[in-house]
């Protein structure tokens, strides 16, 4: 497969060019990246219009994932808020009020799309909560939801694989948005390996309109790469309009380093990826049976992720996670429960057994009790939009009961909320903050609404 972005940069920066144009460093400097780091100069394409050499190279990507794709230098989160959109606009085009049912687990730019879009969310929730990362809402439960909305759906949006490694049965879903006229975005952030498995498990293959995928987080990509794919069977103004939404929200600056990488990437996934993911696939699989065999319990089905259960080990998650990192071992996330492991076969069998010498060396002891606090519910007073645009004063967590929560300041990993802007803090909700380690958050100002 060619690689148009990085044939046309590396003859650019091999040709001896005077560099009159953006950035600064004019090729030179102390990364040693420079000379490859352009800006959008006559042949370099344009990427929100493109038509050149990003075109090409995006028609590729479509090819490999089986729909249009559109990349981003910005991440998901610049696909997230254009999909969004996308899905907004067709819905107060046909004259119906935008109301997107989402899983409670979305990521915090869920949250920044609706204060800038003004939509309402109607929240997915399931059955028995086992942490706020994960939300496990199956096609009863979402037709469910959906049978009980106030208002019509206009598009249903879930994040899966999510940060534990749980997955949807995305083809279920589907066909519940189907019969519900509801558009299918899916937040594929974790997942852009998922296409390539022996059988796909990506969420074009199970009927989604459109997804993110943050190629950075499990390809060969520099962070900041990601895609927007939109169906070959969605509405067709979702590909007609998709770069003019990512405008909207991008920079107009995007990085060419970021984009040669995508592009490279394309060359990558043609070349025995597959054959390489499987066996990859194949490897994590004995070595999490041999983990297990050392007392180690996972959570989670997703493929490339090890998600420890770090209490069943005898540890808090972060106890757990700092043995680790004396050990040269630097995880994803971790948290009082669980503990995250990102592999790849970047990773390697020598990472592998690194890891394996590593967890196996860590010694076992008797497990630690304790549950995460309820995690449930809070009252809505404020919408999104009302909450984030509201005047805002900083409180201790534990003075924050009653006041209603106006930011959606999120540390990431992992960038979902514990309590939405616009709900009511709880007794329940200050539990929680303190169980995670939130010592303050931002309230609308005043008396308590």
Not at 34 to 41: N, S, V, Y
Not at 394 to 407: E, F, Q
Request: glycine share 8%; proline share 6%; aromatic share 8%.
């Amino acid at each position: 497969m060619d690689t148009p972005i990085c044939d046309f940069v590396r003859a650019y920066a091999s040709g001896g060019a005077l560099r009159t144009h953006m950035p600064g460093h004019k090729g030179r400097g102390a990364l040693g990246a420079e000379a490859m780091d352009i800006t959008e100069i006559d042949g370099a394409d344009c990427l929100y219009c493109a038509d050149g050499i990003i075109k090409k190279s995006e028609k590729n990507a479509g090819e490999l994932f089986g729909g249009k794709t559109f990349y981003s230098a910005e991440g998901s989160s610049l696909c997230i808020r254009a999909m969004l959109f996308l899905a907004v606009r067709k819905a107060r085009a046909e004259g119906k009020k935008p109301v997107i049912a989402a899983g409670r687990n979305a990521h915090s730019v869920f949250l920044s799309a609706a204060a800038m879009l003004d939509f309402e969310i109607v929240w997915l929730w399931p059955k028995a909560p086992k942490s706020y990362l994960s939300c496990d809402v199956g096609p009863d439960d979402l037709e469910k939801a959906l049978e009980e909305s106030p208002e019509p759906v206009c598009a249903v949006y879930l994040t899966t694989p999510d940060y534990l490694g749980g997955m949807t049965d995305l083809r279920g879903i589907s066909e519940v948005c189907r019969s519900h006229g509801a558009v299918f975005l899916v937040d594929n952030a974790h997942g852009a390996y998922l296409r390539f498995l022996p059988e796909s498990r990506h969420p074009l293959d199970f009927g989604a309109d459109m997804c993110c995928d943050s190629a950075h987080k499990t390809l060969p990509v520099l962070t900041g790469g990601a895609y927007l794919h939109v169906s070959k069977t969605a509405p067709e103004e979702f590909a007609r309009g998709a770069e003019s939404a990512m405008a909207l929200f991008g920079s107009t600056s995007p990085s060419y380093l970021i984009l040669q990488s995508l592009d490279a990437a394309n060359r990558y996934l043609s070349d025995h990826y597959r054959e390489k993911l499987a066996c990859f696939s194949e490897k994590i699989r004995d070595l999490k049976k041999r983990l297990e065999n050392c007392g180690y319990d996972f959570y989670g089905g997703e493929p490339l992720k090890l998600t420890v259960r770090a209490k069943k080990y005898g540890y808090d998650g972060r106890e757990l996670a700092a043995v680790m990192r004396e050990k040269n071992l630097f995880c994803e996330f971790y948290d009082p429960d669980f503990v995250v492991m990102m592999l790849t076969p970047e990773t390697g069998r020598d990472g592998l057994e690194r890891l394996e010498r590593t967890m196996c060396g860590i010694p076992k002891r008797p497990a630690l009790r304790g549950e995460p606090p309820e995690f449930c519910r809070q009252e809505r007073v404020l919408s999104v939009r009302e909450a984030v645009f509201s005047p805002k004063e900083v409180v201790p967590v534990g003075k924050s009961a009653g006041r209603v929560l106006a930011s959606m300041r999120v540390a990431c990993p992992p960038a979902v909320p514990v309590v939405i802007c616009g709900e009511r803090i709880d007794n329940r909700a200050v539990k929680c903050f303190e169980y995670y380690g939130i010592e303050t958050c931002q309230v609308a100002a005043g008396a308590a609404l």
